[in-house]
């Protein structure tokens, strides 16, 4: 008795449709892609019984397989000629279970024919090496306890962390060396990371996947390793302010824990709240611990995601200073997402003047026309930089090495040149994804800017051919990044762009296209609470606050 080794180990639903089933654990492929419930594939062997009619049958075989399985006759039985019902398989089993332990051998054999005599007729075949399989519809009645599961955190993790790298981020990035320390995952899921660490990683994995499948247990279960891991990070602090000694790897802590609340949004402002964290960890470590290794890729992924943040900081983040712009990158030279990360992070510096023209304004304060020359003289030194950052990337694209090249440093002192009429060219096509983002970022950087210009105004008007052009690019490159699809692009790449478009938009058409932009978006990709909520607070000053407090500044150290 055995079974089959050429049998399909496929799901009962692949079967019954006649489909090949790729077997993978728990759901099947086929099942997930066509929406089905799927049981899950065959484990283990299944033993059945063999008839000796069809045991001779099979031995009169012209050539019979060298490696047989030999069966002796005494352990095989006669099958009954007709199907018995489910009411006679149950009523047999209650019969055989109503018997204690203290019976004989004889009567222990007795029982196993019993069982064995109720299989269907049609499961007594044998083939050349005489293992067979009994169908799951033969055995239904056999059920699991279905009270208990056992927990899927150990069993499915790596799965979890496998479809976090390949789905979160956009794998252009990694050409990039952007995210590289994503690709450690697994191996510090396996080491002796501090405990928040794990329960961060598996909070984030199981959360995303688990929306992404739309398994509510999976979701739940990941919020109970989201809390334990925040209490546990609260420890690990105290431990570390008295200790004065900090690991690069706890930085993963407070940045998975922003992408858990990127997927699950248990709170407004919850994805910034940790990101604001992990940058004060980065101040920790200073600009030197972060020239090389996971403490250098960790950097570069959470210094690119303060710029989502942008338009809620009121005074430019310790990252947009000279020593943590050339100190980290002096091992690793910057990338043209860093160098354009650079010129972003000193937005701040043009918002917090805006604030205070507006209450100098406000108070009819003389000195707001002096405020008001600041925001201009400001805001037209960043446009200038981002003229020099689009000119040397188009340079750097045709004539340097795509993987390894660095990108030209920016001179130390960029002549403020004059705007001219808007002659912005609209990109039509992108090198891939990852270029398609970068080209949205730079287009989000000029609307804001321009933004800014407008806000000053006496009439609150003007640039709007600059604004429109700039979000004309934004949608052409969110365009490319649907035909594309989900699994190419990542899932947080475009929120940012499409977001500032909401806000700076001066044609309500424009505006209302970018907020179906953003919310299509997030259900692709397993982020629509994040970008529902994006789409329609935007166009509010909620979001201009810092953290959701207009008196509530972050200074740097505190």
């Given at each position: 008795?055995?079974?089959?080794g050429?049998?399909?180990?496929g799901?009962?639903?692949?079967r019954q449709?006649?489909?090949?089933c790729d077997?993978v654990?728990?759901e099947?492929?086929?099942?997930?892609r066509?929406?089905?419930r799927?049981p899950?594939?065959?484990?283990g062997?299944v033993f059945?019984n063999?008839s000796p009619?069809?045991?001779a049958?099979a031995s009169?075989?012209?050539?019979?397989?060298?490696?047989?399985?030999?069966i002796?006759?005494?352990?095989r039985?006669?099958?009954?000629s007709?199907p018995a019902?489910?009411q006679?398989?149950?009523s047999?089993?209650?019969?055989?279970?109503s018997r204690?332990?203290s019976?004989?051998?004889?009567?222990s054999?007795t029982?196993s024919r019993?069982?064995?005599?109720s299989?269907?007729?049609?499961?007594a075949?044998?083939t050349?090496?005489a293992?067979l399989?009994?169908?799951?519809d033969?055995?239904?009645?056999?059920?699991l306890?279905?009270?208990?599961?056992p927990?899927?955190?150990?069993i499915?993790?790596?799965?979890?962390?496998?479809?976090?790298?390949?789905?979160f981020?956009?794998?252009a990035?990694?050409?990039?060396?952007?995210?590289?320390?994503a690709?450690q995952?697994p191996a510090?899921?396996a080491?002796?990371a501090?405990p928040?660490v794990?329960?961060?990683?598996?909070a984030?994995t199981m959360?995303?996947y688990?929306t992404?499948?739309?398994?509510?247990?999976l979701?739940?279960e990941?919020s109970?390793?989201?809390?334990?891991?925040?209490g546990l990070?609260r420890?690990?602090?105290?431990?570390?302010q008295?200790n004065k000694?900090?690991?690069?790897t706890?930085?993963?802590?407070?940045?998975?824990f922003?992408?858990?609340e990127t997927?699950?949004?248990t709170?407004?402002?919850g994805?910034a709240q940790?990101l604001?964290a992990?940058s004060?960890?980065?101040?920790l470590?200073g600009p030197?611990g972060?020239?090389d290794g996971i403490?250098n890729s960790l950097f570069r992924s959470?210094?690119?995601g303060l710029?989502f943040?942008?338009?809620g900081?009121r005074?430019?983040?310790p990252?947009a200073s000279d020593e943590?712009?050339?100190?980290?990158?002096?091992i690793?030279p910057?990338t043209?997402?860093?160098a354009?990360?650079t010129i972003l992070?000193?937005?701040?510096a043009?918002y917090?003047l805006r604030?205070?023209?507006r209450?100098?304004?406000?108070?009819?304060?003389p000195?707001?026309?002096?405020?008001?020359?600041?925001?201009?003289?400001?805001?037209l030194?960043?446009?200038?930089?981002?003229?020099?950052?689009?000119?040397h990337?188009?340079y750097?694209l045709?004539n340097?090495?795509?993987?390894?090249?660095?990108f030209?440093p920016?001179p130390?002192?960029?002549p403020v040149?004059?705007?001219?009429?808007?002659?912005?060219?609209?990109?039509?096509?992108?090198r891939?994804?990852?270029?398609?983002q970068?080209?949205?970022?730079?287009?989000?950087g000029n609307?804001?800017?321009?933004g800014?210009?407008?806000?000053?105004?006496?009439?609150?008007?003007?640039y709007?051919?600059e604004i429109?052009?700039h979000?004309?690019?934004?949608?052409?490159?969110v365009?490319y990044?649907?035909?594309s699809g989900?699994t190419?692009?990542?899932?947080?790449s475009?929120?940012?762009?499409m977001?500032?478009?909401v806000m700076?938009?001066t044609?309500?058409t424009?505006?209302v296209?970018?907020q179906?932009?953003?919310?299509?978006w997030g259900?692709?990709?397993?982020?629509?609470?994040l970008?529902?909520i994006?789409?329609?607070?935007?166009?509010?000053?909620y979001?201009?606050m810092?953290?959701?407090?207009a008196?509530?500044?972050?200074?740097?150290g505190t």
């Amino acid at each position: 008795m055995g079974r089959l080794g050429g049998r399909s180990k496929g799901c009962q639903t692949c079967r019954q449709r006649r489909v090949k089933c790729d077997e993978v654990q728990p759901e099947c492929g086929q099942c997930l892609r066509s929406g089905r419930r799927c049981p899950g594939a065959t484990a283990g062997n299944v033993f059945i019984n063999v008839s000796p009619k069809t045991e001779a049958a099979a031995s009169q075989s012209a050539s019979p397989a060298p490696n047989r399985l030999q069966i002796p006759a005494n352990a095989r039985v006669k099958a009954s000629s007709a199907p018995a019902s489910s009411q006679s398989r149950r009523s047999s089993r209650s019969k055989l279970s109503s018997r204690g332990s203290s019976d004989s051998d004889d009567d222990s054999a007795t029982r196993s024919r019993a069982w064995k005599g109720s299989l269907p007729a049609r499961a007594a075949h044998i083939t050349d090496v005489a293992a067979l399989q009994v169908s799951m519809d033969d055995i239904q009645d056999m059920e699991l306890p279905s009270w208990y599961q056992p927990s899927k955190k150990e069993i499915f993790q790596q799965h979890f962390t496998a479809h976090f790298i390949g789905n979160f981020f956009n794998p252009a990035s990694f050409l990039t060396k952007m995210n590289l320390w994503a690709y450690q995952l697994p191996a510090i899921i396996a080491s002796a990371a501090s405990p928040a660490v794990h329960c961060a990683i598996r909070a984030a994995t199981m959360a995303f996947y688990g929306t992404k499948v739309s398994d509510l247990s999976l979701q739940t279960e990941a919020s109970r390793w989201y809390v334990r891991g925040l209490g546990l990070q609260r420890t690990e602090l105290e431990r570390t302010q008295s200790n004065k000694q900090l690991d690069p790897t706890a930085l993963l802590a407070p940045l998975m824990f922003s992408m858990f609340e990127t997927i699950m949004v248990t709170e407004r402002l919850g994805w910034a709240q940790h990101l604001r964290a992990a940058s004060r960890f980065l101040e920790l470590l200073g600009p030197h611990g972060c020239k090389d290794g996971i403490a250098n890729s960790l950097f570069r992924s959470i210094r690119a995601g303060l710029i989502f943040m942008t338009t809620g900081w009121r005074q430019p983040p310790p990252f947009a200073s000279d020593e943590w712009c050339t100190i980290p990158y002096s091992i690793r030279p910057k990338t043209p997402t860093d160098a354009l990360d650079t010129i972003l992070l000193q937005l701040p510096a043009c918002y917090a003047l805006r604030m205070r023209w507006r209450q100098l304004t406000n108070a009819q304060d003389p000195e707001a026309s002096a405020v008001r020359a600041q925001v201009e003289a400001r805001a037209l030194m960043l446009l200038t930089r981002l003229d020099w950052f689009w000119e040397h990337y188009g340079y750097w694209l045709q004539n340097s090495d795509y993987l390894h090249d660095g990108f030209p440093p920016e001179p130390a002192e960029t002549p403020v040149s004059p705007r001219k009429p808007a002659t912005f060219a609209v990109p039509t096509d992108f090198r891939d994804t990852f270029g398609a983002q970068l080209v949205a970022k730079y287009n989000t950087g000029n609307l804001l800017l321009y933004g800014v210009l407008r806000s000053i105004r006496a009439l609150g008007d003007g640039y709007e051919d600059e604004i429109f052009l700039h979000g004309q690019s934004v949608l052409q490159a969110v365009q490319y990044h649907e035909i594309s699809g989900p699994t190419h692009t990542g899932c947080v790449s475009m929120i940012f762009p499409m977001r500032s478009l909401v806000m700076e938009a001066t044609l309500d058409t424009q505006r209302v296209q970018a907020q179906k932009a953003l919310r299509h978006w997030g259900r692709k990709r397993g982020v629509a609470k994040l970008c529902n909520i994006e789409a329609d607070v935007a166009t509010s000053d909620y979001l201009r606050m810092p953290f959701g407090h207009a008196e509530e500044p972050w200074v740097p150290g505190t």
